[in-house]
């Protein structure tokens, strides 16, 4: 078993030095031989992992090679609000018992921590407040700065020239929130996370799940590296490395890879719903002084969405002379030819959002699928060895387009019944029985459980109408009361109508100043992949994918996908005329192919750690 100081040598970011290593005050929490071995190792390390080259590695016996191994207290899978949160507080935990060697790592895919998170984003402070009292205190030196409160809101429901003016529900009044980059959030919490002692590993992929021999969860593997696309290594293999962990919190975020694996193999599903899921394109502009209104929160329904599509847009005036807007599409919309990057490309010029991006620049790019399908559509999230916390178990609050708070509150209810389990058990492996029962009595499952009819409402035969009336009826007569719990009509894949069936969209070209094209806006991520590596989005038989799926959806693929990963390229010597192509360089992790392919047979996986999107104050 390897000790700590092999897992630091191991473990070589891409990030530049933390201030774990540079503050005295949090330097003298660590063990003197780790410290100094984590200071020689940030001196030394090369700005990208650095490999040994040597005849074993070069060797395809090598992948199968014994991996190096460490054990810690808990494991942490994601670096998102959740994860985080539940970091933190259990080094609180840990530290307020005089346990500073409870060892509690956290590992995230992206190079940087915050780089693939994105969100509108508005938080509800009251889980941050919990957390971290003070931080937004004028008195914190090291108080997050990035805040913009709330000064007022506007609803509004869209026609292709004109901005209705609607009343908003109850739940979408921000009194008393902020508005947020999450992007900066995430960042400033792993600063607070590694000052208590959090072991925080950006650019290291968790790609397999370990088990014990009786079946729980004893951790999680990296994923090897220097492997080329025929699948041999290549002269810069290395192995991944493993976690072991009495506890394993998964925090992936939206449709998670391995959470995937774990609610099929302990079948988490059996007393929930299908999930139900949207896609959320975001940019952020600066924009001339005298269009901004700082702090004003604005958001949308109808145009440009069909009445058959569930979805609205945001437009949030933050920080100096800054706007985050985008448009969220609920991903089990009907007609194939709907591409939701159009839909937020030709959205820009109508005139609520034209005349204020009139003269900026837009300065950044994203997406993400999210969850939608509330309060039916939680799975049980304990599980032996571990649980799903945040978004990966889906606690977003869609009528409140809010699920930062939520997120959190769920990573520090998992963290408390971790550390509880831990002390009080000597098993290999915990069941977090107090996880759930914490969630069932906490503010997570009565908000969510109020707001429960409004999503699904949407699938009335009055559609768009129908499901504005039903929501208001719930929000201001019902709340939450109902009797009856509306259902989800099933997976977002299979409501996509065959081609022949609809009608088709025809998008407007970019104009290059407030539309762009896919390409343009897929460069604003920063998002890289090396190419020499096998295809992270799995399609067994490209040519039997694309003979199954484009006579009857033409090319669905292509649109959905929000950074032109999918292609169907011109080819005469295939029976259909065309090529089925994946460019996996593009890909931004949306998971969006892996939810919304109506055969169901592209998988997203994990690429090398420290690759995917770069993102900036998103």
């Known amino acids: 078993m390897a000790s700590r100081r092999t897992t630091q040598a191991f473990l070589r970011t891409a990030r530049p030095a933390s201030t774990l290593l540079q503050t005295p005050h949090i330097a003298s929490r660590i063990r ?4 100094q071995h984590l200071v020689q190792q940030r001196q030394t390390a090369a700005p990208v992992r650095s490999f040994s080259v040597s005849a074993l590695r070069r060797n395809e016996h090598a992948m199968h090679a014994e991996r190096e191994a460490d054990e810690v207290d808990v494991v942490i899978i994601g670096g998102g609000p959740s994860g985080l949160s539940a970091a933190i507080r259990l080094k609180q935990l840990a530290n307020d018992a005089g346990n500073e060697d409870f060892r509690v790592l956290l590992l995230e895919k992206a190079g940087d921590m915050g780089a693939h998170i994105l969100s509108g984003a508005v938080i509800e402070p009251s889980a941050l407040n919990e957390l971290l009292p003070d931080w937004n205190s004028a008195e914190n030196e090291s108080r997050f700065e990035g805040v913009t409160p709330v000064t007022s809101d506007r ?12 009343p908003g529900p109850p739940q979408m009044q921000n009194h008393g929130n902020y508005i947020i980059s999450l992007n900066e959030l995430v960042k400033w919490l792993a600063e607070r996370a590694e000052e208590l002692g959090v072991e925080v590993y950006p650019g290291f992929a968790a790609s397999e799940i370990l088990y014990g021999p009786g079946g729980a969860v004893k951790g999680v593997a990296t994923n090897d590296l220097g492997i080329g696309r025929n699948g ?29 694996q774990l609610i099929k193999k302990f079948d988490l599903r059996r007393d929930s719903q299908p999930q139900t899921y949207g896609l959320g394109l975001k940019e952020v502009w600066e924009i001339k002084p005298e269009n901004h209104v700082k702090g004003q929160v604005s958001h949308t329904l109808g145009w440009p969405l069909p009445m058959d599509t569930y979805g609205g847009s945001w437009m949030y005036h933050f920080g100096e002379n800054k706007v985050s807007l985008g448009v969220v599409v609920g991903l089990d919309y009907p007609n194939p ?24 620049k837009c300065i950044s790019y994203g997406a993400r699928a999210l969850n939608e399908g509330g309060f039916q559509s939680i799975p049980k999230c304990a599980f032996p060895g571990g649980a799903l916390i945040g978004d990966t178990a889906g606690f977003l609050n869609v009528p409140k387009i809010k699920g930062i708070h939520t997120s959190m509150r769920s990573g520090m209810l998992a963290a408390e019944a971790s550390f509880k389990a831990l002390q009080d058990s000597n098993t290999d492996a915990v069941m ?18 109020e707001v429960r009819n409004m999503r699904p409402s949407f699938h009335s035969p009055l559609k768009l109408f129908g499901g504005i009336m039903y929501s208001g009826l719930e929000a201001y007569v019902l709340k939450g009361r109902a009797p009856w719990t509306l259902n989800h009509p099933g997976p977002d894949h299979a409501a996509t109508k065959t081609a022949d069936k609809v009608k088709k969209i025809e998008y407007p070209k970019p104009d290059g100043v407030l539309s762009f094209d896919i390409l343009t806006s897929v460069n604003r991520t920063g998002t890289n992949h090396e190419e020499d590596q096998p295809v992270h989005l ?11 799926e484009y006579p009857k959806f033409k090319g669905v693929e292509n649109r959905f996908c929000p950074a032109g990963v999918y292609e169907y390229v011109e080819d005469e010597t295939k029976e259909l005329g065309v090529r089925f192509q994946i460019n996996a360089q593009n890909c931004i992790h949306c998971k969006t192919c892996d939810i919304k392919a109506p055969s169901q047979d592209i998988n997203w996986t994990t690429p090398q750690g420290g690759e995917g999107p770069k993102y900036f104050m998103t």
Not at 155 to 166: D, G, Q, S, V
Not at 234 to 258: D, I, P, Q, V, W
Request: hydrophobic share 35%.
């Open 432 to 449: 977090l029985y107090d996880y759930e029962d914490a969630l069932r009595n906490s503010s997570i499952w009565k908000e969510l459980k």
């Open 337 to 360: 030819y709907l591409s939701p990057y159009g839909e937020f490309q030709r959205m820009k010029h109508h005139p609520f959002f034209a005349k204020v991006l009139e003269g900026g």
């Open 538 to 548: 799995q399609v067994k038989d490209w040519d039997k994918h694309a003979a199954t």
């Open 232 to 260: 041999k290594p290549k002269a810069n293999y290395e192995r991944g490395m493993e976690f072991h962990a009495r506890c394993t919190l998964f925090a992936e975020g939206c449709h998670g890879s391995l959470t995937k």
């Open 155 to 166: 609803m509004r429901f869209l026609t292709a020239k004109h901005a209705i003016p609607i």
């Open 32 to 35: 003197p031989s780790r410290f």
